[in-house]
């Protein structure tokens, strides 16, 4: 009997022996493989992740483009694909591999503005980054952004902590004097490399971005964000809430500069911290198109026709937001209407009254003792902190209860960085002089093609 029992008792501790060999190889070959970061697909299908609640986006003017202040059906999409989730995790291991351990095999996707070299405003260098996420995660590479041209977008947004860790760090700065960075498009932008395109040649980008190149810079002026809508398993209808939570996914405010946003919105703007608000952005500026010339607003010289655009910019969003709520002013108590534009004297106006015109509600804005100034454009010695006026502008837009903007791409971002937009409208599209028939010709085609014009009056 006894011999019977040791007999079970051996085979028993034989199995679980092997049981425990078993897993122990499965173990080690799961660690090896994770340390390779070599999944197939790393990010779709190899990492289980838990969907976002779902959040609901209504909309007025859903295609951005018309200007009938219809009001869309309200629609329900995830707040974030769960491909980002993973690629989250993915980005911190290739990051760990590469900083910790000289990897070789790790590859960069670099958003570059670089010295010499034509970047935009704000809004020109930051809107596509979705676009270039999506590029990123399909071609197997780490997202990076990097601009040395006076200022880096470190000195004014960052990424988000994730529980003491960053959620997705794309600051490339420590490590651009060491290989591959330091022999890299980074350090030759005044020259056409291979690696150093623009997204206009898409064929060509694509090739460079699946090649064995280990640093490939992008340069983006254009609007490539309505790109991602299919990327995103969605629609130009309801993908603006995924666009807006891959904003906050990627990006916070520096602590000096969410200060100066709390400080200014109190102190100077006037508003509660929880206090709501409508907005507008009136693009007073951008030249408009003639047969014959660029003419070059200014406010000595076409300030009637300004003052038509920030009328019909603070009426467009009152129509949007009595639209929404199913109600007029008699029966709506509208909240405060924040007003923001590149052109300092129609902040001005609008706040002093703007001839008399009594509006339903408060008008607020940036003083005109606060600079306007445009990133690429600045050629004073100036700090960052003098730069924060254009990211106050563009977090109050993305704050507001509703929206409206007119050309250019600023008012736009405003829109597509909000995850809290009720409603959205567009107040003006056209860029052509004659349809507006107001103002002199104060600049030729080709007195506009030099510059200083262009450089003293052109701002966001």
Request: glycine share 6%.
């Amino acid at each position: 009997m006894t011999s019977q029992m040791n007999t079970q008792q051996g085979k028993k501790l034989k199995s679980w022996l092997i049981a425990i060999l078993l897993a122990s190889v499965i173990i080690l070959i799961a660690l090896f493989w994770l340390s390779k970061g070599s999944w197939k697909s790393p990010f779709l299908s190899s990492i289980v992740t838990k969907s976002k609640s779902p959040q609901t986006w209504n909309y007025t003017n859903s295609d951005f483009q018309n200007e009938s202040g219809v009001i869309a059906e309200g629609v329900t999409v995830v707040a974030l694909p769960d491909w980002i989730e993973g690629y989250k995790i993915w980005h911190k291991r290739q990051r760990r591999k590469y900083d910790r351990e000289k990897a070789t095999d790790v590859k960069f996707l670099v958003v570059v503005c670089l010295k010499r070299t034509q970047c935009g405003g704000l809004s020109d260098r930051v809107r596509s980054i979705p676009y270039w996420l999506v590029q990123a995660e399909k071609t197997e590479r780490v997202l990076l952004i990097h601009w040395n041209k006076k200022y880096q977008l470190e000195d004014f947004w960052v990424p988000p902590e994730d529980n003491q860790d960053y959620a997705l760090d794309w600051r490339l700065e420590r490590w651009v004097t060491r290989p591959p960075f330091s022999d890299s498009c980074l350090q030759k932008p005044t020259k056409v490399l291979h690696e150093h395109h623009d997204e206009s040649n898409h064929e060509y980008m694509m090739g460079a971005l699946q090649s064995s190149e280990r640093v490939v810079c992008v340069t983006t002026r254009a609007d490539l964000t309505p790109k991602v809508y299919d990327l995103f398993g969605t629609t130009e209808r309801t993908s603006q809430i995924v666009v807006s939570n891959v904003f906050g996914f990627m990006f916070t405010p520096t602590e000096a500069l969410q200060e100066y946003i709390d400080r200014i919105k109190e102190e100077q703007i006037g508003l509660n911290a929880n206090e709501e608000y409508l907005a507008t952005h009136i693009r007073a500026l951008y030249p408009l198109r003639s047969e014959s010339a660029l003419i070059w607003p200014t406010w000595e010289e076409h300030s009637e026709l300004m003052k038509k655009w920030a009328y019909k910019a603070v009426e467009s969003v009152i129509a949007a937001y009595q639209t929404h709520y199913n109600s007029d002013a008699g029966g709506l108590s509208l909240p405060p209407i924040y007003v923001a534009s590149d052109s300092a004297n129609v902040v001005d106006y609008m706040l002093s009254g703007g001839n008399n015109n009594s509006w339903p509600t408060r008008i607020l804005g940036l003083k005109k003792s606060l600079p306007r100034n445009h990133l690429d454009l600045d050629t004073f010695n100036n700090s960052a902190d003098d730069m924060f006026p254009a990211f106050f502008d563009i977090a109050m837009l993305s704050h507001a209860k509703c929206l409206s903007y007119g050309i250019g791409s600023y008012g736009r971002l405003g829109a597509r960085m909000s995850a809290g937009l009720e409603c959205v409208t567009r107040h003006r599209q056209s860029i052509y002089f004659e349809e507006y028939n107001s103002g002199p010709k104060n600049v030729s085609a080709e007195e506009g093609k030099q510059g200083p014009t262009m450089r003293r009056h052109f701002r966001r």
